[in-house]
């Protein structure tokens, strides 16, 4: 991702992290660095005790395991004592473990603590909540990358598009199963997000129509010497983060005899292959307006680490 972002404001970041060199790691890089106003807490309890309700602060970030009060805990009493304060959680482990949780608190952004650490991510991040300039691709790249534009309208050919959009990336840098990621991300936002189709009926779907310039799923792609990143986005705006959440949860959460819950979902799978085989994914809401994923997979440096949550809604 890209630190070349607009001029921020004052905002304010509070950090709150159990362990001193990480939680002293992070505020050192967001005041010295990128110019935030940083306050830091050690645990939940402190946060709300001595920072909170005493400064004013635009974004709490959080360390999930921590004593005295987990990063949950936290952020649920931050959404109802301070509804305005953007929320993220931080964490070193493996995101699909919280997805359960995230979806019980509302948490829509896990950020993960990767080897090297990835402070870019962390400042794209970060920024786009404060602003919630959230759509769009070009945040994660500089101006003079190569970038390509699309409009998608016909169900018929699915397949032709995602081999112009692949196509455009060099070849050396595509990952496997790119193909089949995009398929299910532009099927998705044809036939769910505009057409309003039924998941269950599949087999009934026309595909031989062509949507009008209104209802066009717009693609974006881009590449640098890091990574790539590809941007699908509908006019529909009928996803919702806790649907997304709902669906995710199903594919890791297991049964009695310890099969995925969601095995024979015929609906939300498509986000679980991309969290699977994408590096990120960023799933963007404007609920009634707009619905916009993206993927980026890194082609240079590589971020040893789990893969983290981005759920925008606005």
């Not at 950090?15 to 505020?27: F, G, K, N, P, Y």
């Not at 196509?167 to 990621?181: D, T």
């Not at 006019?235 to 890791?252: A, S």
């Amino acid at each position: 991702m890209n630190g070349g972002l607009p001029n921020k404001k004052n905002w304010t970041i509070l950090v709150v992290d159990d362990e001193e060199e990480m939680r002293s790691l992070i505020a050192d890089f967001l005041s010295d660095d990128e110019g935030y106003t940083v306050l830091t807490a050690q645990h939940g309890r402190d946060a709300l005790d001595n920072v909170l309700g005493k400064h004013k602060v635009d974004l709490v970030l959080s360390d999930i395991n921590m004593p005295v009060m987990r990063g949950f805990e936290l952020l649920n009493e931050v959404r109802r004592l301070y509804p305005e304060i953007k929320r993220v959680l931080i964490t070193a482990y493996n995101v699909e473990d919280y997805i359960e949780m995230a979806s019980k608190y509302d948490i829509g952004n896990i950020f993960v603590k990767t080897t090297p650490f990835n402070f870019e991510e962390l400042t794209t991040v970060l920024h786009s909540l404060l602003t919630e300039d959230v759509f769009g691709i070009e945040r994660y790249f500089d101006a003079a990358c190569p970038t390509q534009r699309i409009s998608v309208k016909r169900g018929d050919m699915i397949d032709e598009n995602v081999r112009k959009i692949v196509g455009f990336l060099p070849p050396a840098v595509v990952q496997r199963k790119l193909n089949l990621v995009l398929v299910e991300i532009l099927t998705n936002a044809i036939f769910y997000g505009i057409r309003k189709e039924d998941p269950d009926k599949k087999e009934l779907w026309n595909y031989d129509f062509e949507l009008s310039d209104k209802e066009a799923i717009e693609v974006t792609a881009a590449h640098d010497d890091k990574k790539y990143a590809i941007s699908i986005a509908d006019n529909g705006g009928r996803l919702e983060k806790k649907e997304v959440l709902y669906w995710l949860h199903r594919q890791v959460a297991r049964d009695a005899s310890g099969m995925p819950l969601g095995l024979n979902d015929t609906h939300g799978r498509g986000f679980f292959i991309a969290r699977r085989y994408i590096d990120r994914l960023i799933i963007n809401i404007a609920r009634g307006r707009k619905t916009e994923i993206v993927i980026i997979n890194y082609t240079g440096e590589v971020y040893q680490g789990s893969k983290p949550l981005y759920i925008n809604e606005l």
